[in-house]
């Protein structure tokens, strides 16, 4: 027998105003590449409303700020649209529980459409069916038109077979570590039906609100997906409305392209050259290893027998001891033992790194001397590597990311949510990135 079906608005704006999820909808880890995805547990008709994509709202200005201070995977989370003619973003960065943020990606045969719909004169991002959909079906929208690096479908079949060893990830994160806040509250809902809400897409672009329901807001909705990875802020740009479209209608096609901001491409190009050295130290480590296993000219070697390395303002007047050049007449950045007080260049324990890089397999030398590294080092070489990994996933080489988070032992599928805390920490206080880091 056929369920009564409740009016979609009505529907959706029952649960806006209540700030909950549907029932029938279930998390469920997908793979280590994807992650996690929303599916059903009972059948949904076609227009039905499913899930809000909550989060903050916070209006231009502000979304602005934090696309400056958001790492890319916070990025992805940020929705923004137009609605009464300005220019808004849903935050759904943190992890607070709620389904709409762990909506994925389908530009190709989606399951459903986001549209605006206009709730006591604010603007919620709602996900109704776009078609019949069976229980186990998992439910997606399409992002809008961008080179979503995900939509390659060669890097994610490879990546299926990389990451096949990896465990689930866990379904929900809480994070306890972030200042943002959450949603706009309660509404009422004794608001005039409306016909039909504006879709909104994920990405840089921008959703209307209902009474501007046109093919432009469309276009420029798309860009209302979470936001792609790095959206610079200047593709916020609005274009006209488009005429209405009813949920029937096919995905509008994205105006916005996602790309990567020059700086934080800039910036982790100049990264990725570091760390490039830092994470070859993760082999045969030369920092905090024991004499006997390296080839460090070790000054006082019955002194010493494991350099404990610190990272420090060098004095001047110190020499590093694999090169044994002066370095400038000021102090410089290297490292030193707490032990013999013996003083390296960076540069050269890196090249010392790869010069042993070959003597072991990697997981060998991981294991046998991780246990002897510094804090501070491990630290920042765990913090570089989840980096420098990340460059590899926004440069789709996913062999790249498998060896990175084999160097400092981290499963891909626990990747994602340690670096998201440390991003958000980061943004609070170095000390608590360091805590966060130190936790991997
Ligand atoms: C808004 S989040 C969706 C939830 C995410 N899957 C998770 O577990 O947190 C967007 C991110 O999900 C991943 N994603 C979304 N759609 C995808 C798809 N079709 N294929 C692979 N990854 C996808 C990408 O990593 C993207 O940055």
Redesign the pocket.
């Known amino acids: 027998m056929r369920r009564r079906r409740i009016p979609p608005r009505e529907d959706a704006v029952c649960h806006v105003s209540a700030g909950r999820d549907k029932l029938g909808l279930d998390i469920h880890?997908?793979n280590a590449?994807?992650?996690?995805?929303i599916f059903t547990t009972v059948p949904f008709q076609k227009g039905d409303f499913l899930l809000e994509y909550r989060g903050k709202l916070i209006p231009k200005e502000e979304c602005e700020r934090r696309h400056r201070v958001y790492h890319d995977?916070l990025k992805?989370?940020m929705?923004e649209f137009k609605f009464d003619g300005k220019l808004w973003c849903v935050d759904?960065s943190q992890e607070d529980g709620s389904l709409g943020?762990?909506?994925?990606?389908?530009?190709i045969s989606p399951s459903a459409k986001m549209k605006i719909l206009n709730i006591n004169g604010k603007p919620h991002l709602c996900l109704f069916a776009s078609r019949d959909i069976s229980p186990g079906e998992e439910i997606?929208y399409n992002?809008g038109d961008s080179d979503?690096?995900?939509?390659c479908k060669a890097e994610?079949s490879q990546i299926e077979k990389t990451v096949s060893c990896l465990k689930p990830?866990p379904n929900c994160i809480p994070n306890n570590d972030l200042d943002l806040k959450h949603p706009e509250p309660e509404r009422d809902l004794d608001e005039e039906m409306p016909q039909q809400g504006s879709e909104a897409m994920?990405s840089s672009s921008v959703q209307d609100s209902e009474e501007a329901e046109t093919s432009q807001i469309e276009k420029t909705v798309s860009c209302l997906?979470?936001q792609?990875?790095c959206i610079p802020n200047n593709d916020l740009d609005l274009k006209d409305p488009e005429p209405e479209r009813d949920l029937d209608e096919e995905m509008p096609q994205q105006g916005s392209e996602a790309m990567h901001s020059s700086s934080v491409q800039d910036s982790e190009e100049a990264e990725t050259s570091q760390i490039e050295k830092t994470v070859s130290c993760l082999k045969p480590q030369p920092n905090c290893i024991p004499n006997n296993d390296l080839d460090l000219k070790d000054p006082e070697p019955e002194r010493c027998h494991s350099h404990r390395l610190v990272c420090t303002t060098i004095s001047s007047l110190d020499k590093c001891i694999q090169c044994v050049g002066p370095v400038s007449s000021l102090k410089w950045l290297g490292y030193k033992c707490k032990v013999c007080l013996g003083v390296w260049h960076k540069s050269c324990l890196a090249k010392l790194a790869n010069q042993n890089c070959h003597q072991s397999t990697q997981k060998e030398e991981i294991s046998e001397y991780s246990g002897r590294m510094d804090c501070h080092i491990q630290f920042w070489i765990k913090y570089q590597a989840m980096m420098m990994a990340t460059t590899a996933?926004q440069k789709k080489n996913m062999c790249q990311i498998q060896s990175h988070m084999m160097k400092i032992q981290i499963k891909t599928s626990h990747y994602?949510q340690a670096h998201q805390k440390v991003c958000y920490a980061k943004m609070t206080s170095p000390k608590r990135m360091n805590n966060q880091i130190q936790q991997i």
């Open positions: 880890y997908i590449f994807k992650g996690r995805g995977s992805v989370f929705f759904a943020r762990l909506v994925n990606d389908n530009h997606d992002y979503w690096p995900w939509r994610t990830q994920h997906k979470p792609p990875n996933y994602c």
